[in-house]
């Protein structure tokens, strides 16, 4: 089936800096998602985004589909964005089930 | 617009014992998931429910749990009797059909979730 890869597992930053966070697919996907779960667990969809650009303040999102990976970027990274940031896709393959990326645990320093 | 409700927030079990989680979608979402995560893991699906309806419950291990949509709105999942590895976080979502053009965006709206813990 399907894979989803995501990197790096952990990051560390201090507040203010920028962050870039990957995420690979083995095979042609239907949807495309990333979440943020808060450490509270609360997880929010963020980006609904199979193919192009989307911005969404001081968060964008690139999915290059042709080439099977999607990035999120953060910008002036706050202590608020902390948290794992997962990425999710379906297909026909998975029956249009999202497979999940084990996530990216990000920690924002004050 | 409300989110999605579940409860309890937390639930400690002994093994053996029965569990009940409930789930209630945001208005008008005719697509109910419930999801188990386990510490260090993005969410597994368990079943999937169209209005009341199953869509896929392949992932869901029928000798222990069942899950009901009666009425096509709030849902109840349910694990009897419960294993230590059954510890974990379940999550209910939502989901409308957003039409855009050509194709349907299926956006999944996640309630807080209930923690469980099988002692």
């Known amino acids: 089936g399907i894979q989803v890869e995501q990197s790096p597992p952990d990051l560390i930053l201090q507040e203010g800096a920028n962050s870039t966070l990957r995420c690979n697919f083995s095979d042609s996907v239907n949807n495309l998602q990333w979440f943020h779960q808060n450490p509270w667990g609360q997880l929010i969809n963020l980006f609904y985004?199979?193919?192009?650009?989307k911005q969404n303040g001081r968060l964008s999102a690139t999915t290059v589909a042709t080439e099977r990976y999607s990035l999120l970027y953060i910008s002036s990274s706050q202590t608020t964005d902390s948290g794992v940031y997962f990425c999710a896709v379906d297909s026909m393959d998975s029956n249009y089930q999202l497979i999940w990326g084990a996530g990216t645990k990000l920690i924002i320093k004050p | 617009e409300a989110g999605v409700a579940q409860s309890p927030r937390y639930k400690i079990i002994e093994k053996r014992q029965s569990v009940a989680f409930w789930c209630n979608p945001i208005?008008?979402?005719?697509?109910l998931y419930w999801y188990q995560q386990i510490l260090g893991q993005g969410p597994k699906l368990l079943i999937q429910?169209?209005?009341?309806?199953?869509?896929?419950d392949s992932q869901l291990p029928k000798d222990r749990f069942s899950a009901e949509r009666l009425k096509g709105v709030d849902s109840t999942l349910k694990i009897q009797p419960a294993k230590l590895e059954d510890s974990a976080v379940y999550l209910c979502?939502?989901?409308?059909?957003?039409?855009?053009?050509?194709?349907?965006?299926?956006?999944?709206?996640f309630g807080p979730g209930t923690r469980l813990l099988v002692l």
């Open positions: 429910f169209q209005n009341n309806g199953v869509v896929d």
């Open positions: 979502a939502s989901s409308p059909k957003l039409s855009t053009g050509m194709s349907f965006e299926e956006t999944q709206y």
């Open positions: 985004i199979p193919s192009g650009t």
């Open positions: 208005s008008g979402h005719a697509t």
